[in-house]
């Protein structure tokens, strides 16, 4: 339905729902959501791949150093 209607933009809460929206749409830009409370060793994972961005949640406001040893390859929000 959203993509009939020209969004190219997801937030995601789950890998398995960054999969299929990339199974319907793949040049869809998604995003991880905050309420996956992604971590610096999840983003090792291969399985976050999918994701063209990450919404950080909150204790990284404490953790400016933490921020600076992420991949680049993501976009964070």
Known sequence: YYINLGFTKFCAGSIQQAQ????LFPSAE????????????DLLN???????GIVLWFPYNR????IKTLPKKYKYI
């Open 20 to 23: 299929l929206i990339r199974e």
């Open 30 to 41: 998604i995003i991880a959501s905050i309420t996956m409370k992604v971590s610096p060793t």
């Open 46 to 52: 291969k399985e976050f791949e999918i994701f063209d």
């Open 63 to 66: 953790k400016l150093s933490v």
